[in-house]
């Protein structure tokens, strides 16, 4: 003779409110939400570090053309002596 050892519920659960499953689903779905809020977190973050890159890089990119421009400026103004004494060398070059 057969006898069962375990008894299983087949069907809906007796309350659907404390209902294991609807537990684990929403619980699934939370850690979804939290992972999704995560992700959506980081991306932000990189987009401003991107963008503050981008910032220093235009601020550098604008100072040396400023510099280049100066120097431009005061080769046209000249001082008046050789066009190739008015180059200036690193102290190396000279050794």
């Known amino acids: ?14 309350d659907p409110t404390h209902s294991e499953v609807a537990r684990l689903i929403q619980l699934s779905i939370e850690q979804d939400r939290r992972r999704a809020e995560q992700r ?16 220093v890089y235009e601020y550098q990119l604008q100072q040396q053309q400023q510099l280049k421009q100066q120097s431009t400026s005061l080769a046209e103004q000249g001082t008046g002596l050789h066009p190739t004494i008015n180059k200036v060398k690193p102290l190396h070059d000279y050794a």
């Open 40 to 55: 959506r977190l980081e991306l932000e973050q990189r987009q401003h570090q991107l963008e503050l890159q981008q910032r």
């Open 1 to 14: 003779m057969f006898r069962s050892v375990c008894s299983f519920v087949l069907g809906r659960e007796r």
